[in-house]
């Protein structure tokens, strides 16, 4: 079935950095734009970052553009979202998310079940 | 950046209809996406466009949208209902994903 699987997530002190992956099964993962979403505890949700199927196009939310970046190889069905100097307010759970339609059309059908970043000195 | 305004909760009794709004500058222009969210757990797609129900959605869920408010209905609602809903949008000037502030819906 479709299944979407983060990991690398943990405690890191702020200024440092953290690559998350997003494992991808079930699905042609090369057909579908991704994006990360987070969640800092007891807030709301949070969009972060999309990009295309193909990796060509990217956008990143204002508060982490210049020091996230998304990525993804289609060889290894994986999504990606590298964060540097980080903060302490990106304390957060980040989740997957598949883009529905092909091209894309905003909605966000499949999840992952997250991993948690805590940045904390 | 564009902003979307939930009310923080919704308290309703089993049985009864649920409203919750999320408002934004002429979102009735643009395509709203309902997630529901339940304590430790992923989001999931509840309606889309507006009005569609995502796969494995019961009836009792609706969405409208209209003006500068887009609204998701819960008819009779259940127990299982309770949950956090945050309504979605894609603002295209920006091309970011906009997200509400979040409604917690409490089954009394």
Redesign the interface.
């Known amino acids: 079935q479709v299944q979407l699987v983060e990991s690398g997530g943990g405690v890191v002190q702020p200024g440092r950095s953290l690559r998350l992956s997003c494992a991808v099964s079930g699905f042609t993962f090369r057909s579908y734009a991704m994006h990360w979403v987070r969640q800092a505890p007891g807030k709301g949700l949070e969009w972060v970052a999309v990009i295309s199927y193909d990796g060509s196009n990217k956008n990143h939310a204002d508060p982490v553009k210049g020091r996230f970046t998304i990525s993804r190889d289609n060889s290894k069905n994986t999504l990606y979202l590298e964060m540097n100097s980080l903060r302490t307010e990106d304390t957060a759970v980040y989740y997957c998310a598949r883009d529905r339609h092909t091209p894309p059309d905003g909605v966000m059908d499949v999840w992952g079940k997250g991993t948690t970043v805590t940045v904390s000195s | 950046?564009y902003v979307l305004t939930q009310p923080p909760s919704v308290s309703v009794a089993p049985g009864k209809t649920a409203r919750i709004t999320c408002g934004g500058n002429n979102v009735g222009s643009k395509?709203v996406?309902w997630?529901q969210?339940k304590p430790g757990?992923?989001?999931?797609?509840v309606i889309?466009?507006d009005s569609d129900r995502?796969s494995g959605i019961p009836e009792r869920f609706s969405g409208s949208n209209s003006g500068n408010t887009a609204t998701l209905t819960i008819s009779r609602v259940e127990a299982g209902d309770e949950a956090?809903y945050?309504c979605?949008?894609?603002d295209g000037s920006s091309?970011?994903?906009?997200?509400?502030?979040?409604t917690k819906v409490t089954v009394l």
Request: aromatic share 16%; proline share 4%; glycine share 8%.
């Open positions: 950046s395509s996406h997630y969210q757990q992923a989001p999931v797609l889309y466009h995502a956090d945050s979605q949008v894609w091309d970011h994903r906009v997200f509400g502030t979040g």
